[in-house]
């Protein structure tokens, strides 16, 4: 995959290895002190994820910090995700670090079971940590229940309830682990008996029943199962219609949606299982998380100290939100917060860009879109087509990128994918569902969800329209999915859901058409430089201020901004019209 700053791309390509080219403001986040939560929020392409992650790089290169790789955690939105952070911290060498997708680090279940939108969001609200450690409580209390007698090997034990209270009180009091409770039982029990044997196994039969090993899984399905259980546990904070959602016949299958995963993860953590714990995690894509996963992921945090990495833009699923207030409620409060926005994009080259931002007035009003630095090399590529004609021309444009050496996506809505795999498969194109290594699949066909976080060289957009209709925030995923490409768009669809292409335009020389379907005009060439005057006084007064001048922007900005920075400095001097 060629990245910005390939020759391919003119303005980067002096900068190679982006360390010569941080951002003053990406330099002050990298070196952002270890006792915080530090939030990076911006447009796409700003360098949030690459940002965070030479944070993690400098954490590990601080000697004084002594932080080791593997106390380092690293989240994103998919596996493909995760890939990708591992493959540039390892770049960077940085072995060692967890990298994990948010599902990837929760119980491992049988999921894929379908659920309605509304299910799916109340599994994911924070109350729902309440209900389990009231149903858990609920479940323990009634194993607590004392047997007056127990049947052993066909003979009857008398149990002493006096004795087993006062162990179950001292197992209790000094947080006994399972192997010491049964220890216990068994010391308090076999004391001044005639038959040990006996009532030693008497003690493991108790023991069993006392303290049986909590399987969250089955606990979870058996709570599922029961309107009666989650009545109770529930202690008037749901409505019945809610209750309803949550209730389903016992032993369906598949067992689990997505949704559950963060619930076995409470359900684990409150009967007394801890996972792994990291001394500094990385949450990217946070936007989207819903609070029982932000819990899950506050879990995994030994200390509070945190890098939170997410564009509101780009906020869809059920959780699509517009601030970072509810995401930052459910993460460690004991280390200050600082919130701090990237503003400058240096994956999507202008042409690109461009097309992407008229989508945000409508996906996202309040967000400032980010200002691109790069211009790239061809204009957004516009194809109009009929259903039957569309998974052709999509994999042809893909096709041709792969042919050239380039990365691909084809980010297609689900109800034009199975026609695309077909066409991909007839003409046997190396392709993947998740993105390739050096030796991977050069096209990738994803979702535009799955697509989250990624970038390519080339992006094949099908039925921006579909996208759009399919989500209820299906503009904010359709601007994430335009906005993945390094140099080169295609948007491939119906007519009336594409942007209006301009007239080709006749070349005179040739009599043919040119190249169809550009969005935006070609940057115009630069003007020739203006003549110094004779007068040596100006001349030397010219060059002083073009010194100051210079040496500022050297101080403050990288060199792809300076342009930036001199067109808004004619804007700031030239009079009002
Ligand atoms: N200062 C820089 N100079 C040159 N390239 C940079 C710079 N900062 C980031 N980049 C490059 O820009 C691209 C986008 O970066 P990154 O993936 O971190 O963006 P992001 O903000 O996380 O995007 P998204 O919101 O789409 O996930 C990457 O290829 C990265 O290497």
Redesign the pocket.
């Known amino acids: 995959m060629s990245?910005?700053?390939t020759p391919e791309d003119p303005l980067?390509a002096a900068?190679g290895d982006?360390s010569a080219?941080?951002?003053d403001a990406?330099d002050e986040l990298i070196r952002t002190a270890p006792e915080s939560v530090l939030i990076i929020q911006?447009?796409?392409?700003?360098?949030?994820?690459?940002?965070a992650l030479r944070r993690v790089a400098w954490l590990l290169d601080e000697p004084d910090l002594g932080l080791s790789a593997p106390e380092v955690l690293v989240v994103g939105p998919s596996h493909a995700f995760a890939r990708r952070t591992r493959t540039l911290l390892e770049g960077w060498g940085h072995e060692g670090v967890a990298h994990s997708s948010i599902d990837g680090l929760l119980p491992k279940a049988v999921t894929g079971r379908p659920e309605a939108p509304h299910v799916t969001r109340l599994k994911g609200e924070a109350r729902m940590a309440g209900l389990l450690g009231r149903a858990i409580e609920k479940h323990r209390a009634q194993q607590g229940v004392i047997p007056p007698v127990l049947s052993v090997r066909g003979r009857v034990v008398r149990l002493d309830p006096a004795t087993i209270e006062r162990v179950i009180t001292t197992a209790k009091a000094s947080e006994a682990t399972a192997g010491d409770r049964r220890r216990l039982l068994r010391a308090a029990l076999v004391a001044g008996t005639q038959d040990p044997r006996l009532i030693l196994e008497a003690a493991d039969v108790l023991a069993d029943r006392l303290w049986p090993e909590f399987e969250a899984a089955t606990f979870l399905a058996e709570l599922f199962a029961s309107r009666e259980k989650l009545t109770e546990a529930a202690e008037g904070e749901f409505t019945e219609r809610e209750i309803d959602a949550l209730v389903r016949a016992p032993g369906e299958e598949p067992p689990f949606s997505e949704a559950d995963l963060p619930l076995l993860d409470e359900a684990e953590h409150v009967s007394g299982t801890e996972p792994q714990t990291y001394a500094h995690v990385v949450v990217?894509?946070a936007q989207d998380l819903s609070p029982m996963q932000l819990r899950a992921i506050s879990r995994r945090s030994s200390n509070g100290s945190l890098t939170v990495?997410g564009?509101m833009a780009?906020s869809t699923g059920p959780w699509a939100r517009d601030d970072w207030h509810d995401v930052l409620a459910h993460l460690p409060s004991q280390m200050p917060h600082v919130h701090r926005e990237?503003h400058?994009g240096?994956?999507i080259p202008r042409q690109i860009f461009e097309l992407a931002a008229e989508l945000l007035p409508t996906a996202a009003p309040s967000v400032q879109p980010p200002t691109t630095v790069r211009e790239g090399p061809a204009e957004p590529v516009i194809a109009p087509v009929e259903p039957s004609g569309r998974a052709a021309v999509v994999v042809a444009a893909a096709a041709d990128h792969a042919a050239d050496g380039r990365s691909v996506a084809v980010i297609c809505p689900a109800r034009c994918r199975d026609e695309i795999e077909a066409v991909l498969r007839t003409q046997e194109l190396p392709w993947g569902t998740a993105p390739g290594d050096d030796r991977g699949p050069a096209i990738t066909l994803l979702s535009p969800h799955e697509a989250?976080?990624l970038?390519f060289d080339a992006a094949v957009v099908v039925e921006p329209g579909f996208i759009v209709d399919d989500d209820p925030r299906g503009h904010r995923l359709l601007y994430?999915a335009l906005?993945?490409a390094?140099g080169h768009l295609h948007l491939v669809g119906a007519p009336e859901d594409l942007p209006m292409a301009p007239e080709p335009e006749s070349d005179p020389a040739s009599g043919e058409a040119a190249e169809p379907a550009s969005v935006s005009a070609p940057p115009a060439p630069a003007p020739p430089p203006l003549p110094m005057p004779d007068d040596p006084v100006l001349r030397e007064r010219i060059d002083m201020v073009a010194q100051s001048l210079a040496e500022t922007l050297l101080a403050n900005l990288?060199p792809?901004l300076w342009p930036v920075a001199l067109d808004r400095l004619i804007e700031l001097i030239s009079p009002d019209p």
């Not at 911006?42 to 940002?51: I, L, M, N, V």
Request: net charge negative; charged share 30%; no cysteine.
């Open positions: 990245r910005p700053g980067l900068a982006w080219t941080i951002g990406q911006g447009g796409p392409g700003t360098g949030k994820t690459d940002t990217d894509e990495v564009d780009q990237l400058f240096y994956r989250k976080g970038e994430t906005t993945r390094t990288t792809e």
